[in-house]
């Protein structure tokens, strides 16, 4: 088997990596996406419920809902902190990803131009051995004369 033809297996396989690493880059973005609007929805509910706070403040609460809204507060805050950690996350794996892809990509690039030249490497060698032939076929002509 020509040494083209193994780099071209080679090639493949790169290619069939690149895209793995390409996809799973895109589900990493996809995820951290939706995560981050999670993040953003419950910063908005976090900022409403500020307001809703410090309104029944001013004008009197009774305390059983005061202390009700104080609770939900308290868990819309810890539940904020969680995703943003689980953001934190996502990004991270995102960013892991995408060095994956690069490499893969940097990888397949390097069996590409591999073999493209072992082709043209080939390609010169049969020009060579052609050309050979055809100065052995002239000298053959030229003394049967």
Aim: aromatic share 4%.
């Amino acid at each position: 088997m020509k040494r083209s033809r193994r780099l071209d297996t080679l090639v493949r396989l790169a290619a069939m990596a690149e895209r793995n690493a390409r996809t799973g880059l895109a589900r990493a973005t996809q995820d951290l996406m939706r995560k981050d609007g999670q993040q953003r929805q419950l910063e908005s509910y976090e900022t409403e419920y500020g307001e809703a706070w410090l309104d029944a403040g001013r004008r009197g609460l009774p305390g059983d809902r005061a202390k009700g809204l104080a609770a939900f507060r308290d868990s819309l805050a810890n539940t904020l902190e969680a995703q943003r950690s689980s953001v934190r996350l996502a990004t991270s794996q995102r960013d892991e990803q995408a060095h994956r892809w690069q490499g893969m990509r940097a990888q397949l690039r390097v069996f590409e131009d591999l073999a493209k030249r072992s082709r043209q490497d080939e390609e010169r060698e049969r020009e060579r051995k052609l050309q050979k032939a055809i100065d052995e076929l002239s000298t053959r002509v030229r003394t049967i004369d």
